[in-house]
Structures are given as C-alpha cells and as structure tokens.
C-alpha cells in the first residue's frame, strides 16, 4: 500500500475548512447488563458473564436495566439536553463475530435526550459551545482476540477468539452536532471536549470512563472543504479512539491527509478508519454505512421508555455539583488563577490536591506535592498520577511533618519515596530510615564548630563580615547530619559562633 501524501498543516488550514463530529460511548458503571442480570465485571475470565439473553438465544427476552435508564437520563441533563418523554429501542443490523445477536439493541429515531450542549474551555481560557445532538442507549458488543499476527488485528493473525462477557454491557452513546469553525485549533477542540465529558460524567459516578479499559471509546468524524465555500466534504470515521491525546493525534492525521488526497485530485471515501498509536497515522476500514444498511425496525419484545416528568426531576435533584461550578468554586476558595487551575485539572491533579487539603493539608504546599514532585514521579514510573500507591492523606501528613518542623523538605521527599516503595505510611517510614530533624541544639553546634575548625579559611571569611561564605559550613554540617539538620538554625548558629568568637 502506498504511503499517502501529508500535506503541512499550516498548510491545510490556510486553504481548507475541517468539520468535526465527535461520538463518544461510554460504558455504564451498572452491577448488570442492559438487558438481563449478567454481571458486568471487568476483567473476569472470558465467557464467564453471559446468559440465553445476551447471547441472544432463541426463547430468551430482555429487560430493561432501569439504572442504566436512569443514569442516560443524568447524563442527558447534566449535557442541558431534553429527555425524551416517550421513546423505543430498536434493533440495528449487521453482522460481526462478537455480536451473538446479529443485531445491536439500540435507540435511533427515538433517543432517550435530544438537543444539548458542553461548553468546552480551550486552553487559552477561551470556551467553545459544542452542541449535542442526541445521547442514545444501547448495548455493547463483545470483544474479538486475534492471535497469532504483528499488530493484533485480524490482517495476518493465526486464527480469533471471543469474549462475550462484554456484550451486552449498557453504553449511552453521546453524539455532538457538526462543529465547524474550529480552523487551526480543530486538535485541540477535539481532545478539550472529550477531556471535559470524561470530567462531567465521572462526576456522575454513572460510569469510571476508563478509556484505557474501553469504559470510554471516542469516533472521531472529519471533513474538509475549501477555505469558504460553505460546501461540506465527504467525513471520515476513526473509530474507538482511546486516549485524549490520541484524539487530538487522529484529528490533526486525518486533516493532512484528506488535504494530501484532495491536493492529489482524489475523492475522501466515506469510510471507518483504524487509529495507529504508535506511528500516530490512520488506515482504511469499511466503507462506511447509510442509517438504511442497518435496517433498523423497534424492538418488539421491549417496552417503550417513557420517564414522567416527576421522575425526571427527581433524578435532576440527584445531579452532584457539576465539574465547572466545582471548580469556579475551588478556585475561589484557594485563591488561584484560571491558568493554576487549568494546570491542576490537565494533570489530573484536581481531585487528589481537593482530598489533600480535606485531609488538613494547606492548598499551596497540596498543589506543590502532587503538581510537581509526584507528577515527575508518575511520570518516572509510566503511571497515572492517581494511580501512585500514596492517598492524599498520606501527602497531608508529610506535609504537616515539614510543617511541624520534624522533617525538612529533603527527608518529606525521603518519606513520599518510602511510602511509594510499599515502607508503610510516613510515620512509619520516618521510623524506619531514621529521618528526624537533628533537634538537640547542642549536637548542631558541636556539628557547626567541627565544621569551622576543618575549614579556617572559610571561618575567617565569616568573621570578616562575608556572610555569604557561610554556605560552605552549612552544607558541610548537612552533610555530617546525613540532611537531618534544620539548614536554617544550622546558618544562625554558624553566624552565632564565628561573630561571637
């Protein structure tokens, strides 16, 4: 296969116009399936979590699982979107190996919330209204293992496995309406209003949206047309992107490389295309299906969907206080700009440095810890900074160590490390590597007069008024102490005694 032309994105956009549409699926955090008791457990042994139902079984018949109702219908309003009041599911069909049913149990004319929006905060502080068109319930498919081959897709595998634990899952499929005008910052639209609907439905709790789990999945949809001519291009589909930074990546991808084919004077091809995380590029699935290949037709053996508006708003009563009003909130409490809280949330720090300062922590020196030491720790580790083996608690207390003047800066350190590498908590790492400040006054200055006694030249400096010198004992009295002298009192008393003597 031929290597496509990449066109300079610069380039692109001072001659073409990208449209985006963004579908996200997100699986719901629901104890079973959509339709049936199954358990919904990630990670169990393969085919471990199926019935006659979700196997689609001749005889068998769904139930509606009224949490996941309930949880599409809290999704839809914290999206300002309106909840259907009557609606239907309805068979879509087509066939894979991981769908036992030969159809996919979904909404299409009738979804459950309709005509919303996110208002979407660029990096800059500037805000984008992306605009939602529906939010659907369906079930997921199960999952297909191919083995035997390079890359792990079908193309040169030995032969296939199935899992259907995961058919059958409740997703809410969330659908953005055309956003056009995003020009060069098309990327970053793309990734900033999955980061923030990741944010907004966690805060739900309807759904842990692991992407790395598939517990969120995005399809990135794109087109391109010439600089103002208001005529809209043929769209590409990327499907089941994973990341965040893999959504901004496929965005900007399919930008050069649709200009690139166009450039060429060939046509897009409405099409499904794979994303490659490691080259960062993308490839041609399937030709792309019209809503008519599906055949869809309403379910007939489940009941229409229609809330009451007192169950409605009962459930909007149950909306928690919403990512955006949480941290207005916060940043007024703690007094901080929007770049520093922009900074906490694009590192996933909010909510760890929230929780440390519940746990007694100042907000100053919590934002400290987590933004800075511990996220170069994350990163040293290839981990996700809420996923380091230290609880904000544990923070707060070396933070109110230092504070206390038991431990330096150095040994808080010292004692993060050592909780990190599985040694306790921080008193009880404190404890076993010895790491008390060296308090006994009368050790420092025996430690501070060694140290002036080695170094006479350096003494004599000090008392001929170039207190700067000082450091030089300083350090030497940290070193004698193995870092557990208070380096402040330490230069006092170096002052004290050579002025004194």
């Not at 060069?184 to 923030?196: D, I, L, M």
């Not at 007939?300 to 809330?307: E, G, N, Q, S």
């Not at 060296?438 to 060694?450: K, M, N, P, Q, T």
Request: hydrophobic content about 35%; overall charge negative; charged content about 25%.
């Amino acid at each position: 296969m031929t290597a496509p032309t990449l066109v300079d994105f610069d380039d692109v956009v001072a001659r073409f116009d990208p449209t985006l549409g963004l579908e996200v699926h997100v699986e719901l955090s629901t104890n079973t399936k959509m339709f049936c008791g199954c358990p919904t457990e990630f990670g169990a042994e393969p085919n471990t979590q199926v019935c006659p139902t979700c196997l689609g079984l001749p005889g068998s018949l769904p139930v509606v699982n009224r949490t996941a109702v309930e949880s599409a219908i809290r999704i839809g309003l914290a999206l300002n979107c309106s909840i259907a009041p009557w609606g239907r599911f309805a068979r879509k069909n087509y066939y894979y190996p991981d769908m036992p049913k030969n159809f996919q149990t979904s909404q299409y004319d009738e979804p459950i919330a309709v005509d919303g929006y996110l208002d979407v905060q660029l990096d800059d502080g500037s805000t984008v209204r992306v605009g939602i068109e529906r939010a659907h319930m369906e079930e997921d498919t199960g999952k297909s293992l191919h083995v035997g081959g390079a890359t792990g897709r079908i193309h040169g595998a030995e032969y296939s496995l199935l899992d259907y634990n995961r058919a059958g899952v409740p997703l809410i499929e969330i659908v953005t309406k055309m956003i056009p005008g995003t020009d060069a910052r098309a990327p970053e639209v793309a990734r900033a209003y999955v980061t923030q609907l990741r944010e907004l439905v966690k805060s739900l709790g309807v759904s842990d949206v692991r992407m790395d789990q598939g517990s969120m999945r995005c399809d990135v949809n794109l087109s391109l047309s010439p600089r103002g001519s208001g005529v809209l291009g043929t769209r590409t589909e990327t499907k089941n992107v994973n990341s965040l930074r893999s959504v901004e990546r496929a965005v900007r991808y399919e930008m050069t490389r649709q200009a690139g084919v166009l450039d060429e004077g060939g046509e897009i091809v409405q099409e499904t295309r794979h994303f490659e995380e490691q080259s960062g590029s993308t490839r041609a699935g399937r030709r792309k299906e019209t809503s008519e290949d599906y055949r869809y037709f309403p379910e007939p053996d489940l009941v229409p969907i229609a809330p009451s508006t007192e169950w409605i708003e009962e459930l909007r009563g149950t909306l928690p206080e919403l990512p955006w009003e949480r941290r207005h909130r916060i940043q007024a409490e703690w007094g901080v700009s929007d770049e520093e809280i922009r900074d906490l949330v694009n590192a996933g720090a909010l909510d760890l440095v929230e929780a440390t300062v519940a746990a007694g922590a100042p907000s100053g020196e919590a934002r400290s810890w987590w933004v800075s030491y511990l996220s170069q720790q994350a990163n040293t580790r290839e981990q996700e900074l809420t996923d380091l083996p230290i609880t904000p608690a544990q923070v707060a207390r070396v933070i109110a160590l230092i504070a206390s003047g038991e431990l330096t800066n150095k040994m808080g350190r010292q004692v993060v490390d050592g909780v990190l590498e599985g040694e306790g908590d921080p008193d009880q790492v404190v404890e076993k590597r010895g790491l008390k400040v060296v308090s006994d006054e009368g050790s420092l200055i025996a430690a501070v007069d060694e140290a002036l006694a080695a170094q006479p030249d350096v003494a004599e400096k000090i008392r001929g008024g170039k207190v700067q010198a000082a450091g030089a004992i300083v350090g030497a009295v940290m070193k004698a102490t193995k870092g557990q002298a208070d380096a402040k009192r330490v230069r006092e008393l170096v002052v004290e005694r050579c002025t004194s003597s």
